[in-house]
């Protein structure tokens, strides 16, 4: 079966300085990856996915996430964090073919805080 | 106007009611979800739709049914509620055609406090 682990529940961090949320996955195939972010009271967005080719994979918002085959991992980057960071993130992976039915198994979240 | 609207956005209902949440689209998918979040656990999938004949449980079914009146409409149920199902409940969408990149899109959400 497969299960998505996201080790850090809460993550504080300073305006301006660096952010890294850490996924680890458990996928039998070949997997779709996602992070969404979740700001308070909206619901999901996508912010980036991966099905292929290169691993450093771009999205928005100034994010970019790295997939490591080998050490089962697509951790969430940004290199300065602005104050409407502060949101819930959630890694998601899925099955690489239709007949799955994109559904999406989900991290349990970290959430961000970001100080003054 | 939102893609993917939850009605209500809010429900404060007590034990044993029967629930409603009802969810539209406008994107023109044929796939559509219920999920569930709960903190800490992320989003758990509870039906999902491929399209109006197609209607299929995920991982946390029981005590849930739903309904998909039309290819833009998807509705869940809860006919007896109880306190454990107090979460956060998204519908959400994706397409079956095209490049089948697995995205969902999302709505805003419906909160359900059961008593």
């Known amino acids: 079966a497969q299960s998505v682990t996201q080790p850090d529940i809460h993550i504080t961090v300073s305006e301006g300085a660096s952010l890294e949320l850490r996924c680890n996955y458990s996928?039998?195939?070949?997997?779709?990856l996602f992070w969404y972010v979740q700001s308070p009271g909206q619901g999901l967005q996508l912010l980036l996915k991966y099905f292929s080719g290169d691993t450093l994979v771009q999205g928005i918002k100034g994010f970019e996430a790295e997939f490591k085959r080998s050490q089962s991992s697509f951790n969430l980057r940004k290199p300065s964090v602005h104050w409407s960071d502060a949101a819930e993130y959630f890694c998601?992976?899925?099955?690489?073919?239709?007949?799955?039915?994109?559904?999406?198994?989900f991290g349990g979240g970290t959430r961000v805080l970001v100080k003054p | 106007d939102a893609d993917v609207t939850q009605t209500p956005r809010n429900r404060i209902t007590k034990t044993g009611k029967r629930i409603m949440l009802e969810c539209s689209q406008t994107k023109g998918h044929d796939r559509m979800y219920w999920y569930r979040q709960d903190p800490g656990l992320g989003l758990r999938l509870i039906y999902y739709?491929?399209?109006?004949?197609?209607?299929n449980k995920g991982e946390i079914s029981d005590g849930y049914s739903v309904s998909r009146q039309a290819q833009a409409k998807f509705s869940l149920s809860l006919e007896s509620a109880i306190p454990n199902q107090t979460a956060l409940y998204f519908c959400a969408t994706s397409d079956l055609t095209g490049s089948d990149t697995g995205e969902l899109f999302f709505g805003e959400g419906s909160r359900l406090t059961v008593l």
């Open positions: 739709s491929f399209d109006v004949k197609d209607i």
């Open positions: 998601a992976v899925g099955a690489a073919f239709k007949a799955a039915g994109n559904k999406l198994t």
């Open positions: 996928y039998g195939a070949t997997p779709y």
